[in-house]
């Protein structure tokens, strides 16, 4: 019983290091690049994988109903806007890359939605907002609905 335990150990050490020693072992591959990447979707690329929150925003109070979110893919070299409902009710939400691109979505509670991506260093801003209506254009203004520039 012995010598079987020691053999499933090694067996187990050995099939370890050779699934460890394939290049890029559990990263996720991005499906582009800096300005490849302008106009898609984050998430379907692989960008938003290891993506990080730059700016935020929780334009109705903290907590509130709603935050904003600007996101940045290192690998990709892009930001998106994300919005999500933190309110106890379903709504319209808004996620507005500012001067670039916007999505709205009918949202559960504890849901998001987020614009396309686009590809550059900085000038960034992300804004949303909430409604029982469609929004139905990019939100610009004011500016308490947006993030600060990143």
């Known amino acids: ?5 020691i053999g499933l150990t090694v067996m187990m050490a050995i099939m370890i290091a050779v699934v460890s020693s ?8 991005a499906l582009c690049s800096g300005s490849a990447c302008n106009g898609t979707d984050p998430l379907a690329t692989g960008c938003s994988a290891g993506a990080a929150t730059v700016r935020q925003k929780w334009p109705y109070g903290n907590p509130g109903p709603l935050k904003i979110e600007l996101r940045f893919s290192d690998t ?18 808004n996620a507005t890359l500012k001067n670039w691109y916007w999505h ?5 509670p504890s849901d998001s939605t987020y614009s396309a991506q686009r590809y550059g260093s900085n000038g960034f801003q992300a804004c949303g907002d909430f409604s029982t209506s469609p929004i139905t254009s990019p939100v610009t203004s004011p500016s308490w609905k947006c993030t600060s520039t990143y």
């Open 1 to 5: 019983m012995r010598n079987v335990k």
């Open 22 to 29: 394939f290049p890029f072992a559990g990263v996720a591959h």
């Open 104 to 108: 709205q979505r009918y949202s559960p």
């Open 76 to 93: 990709c070299t892009t930001f998106w806007a994300r919005s999500w409902n933190f309110s106890a009710f379903s709504y319209y939400i």
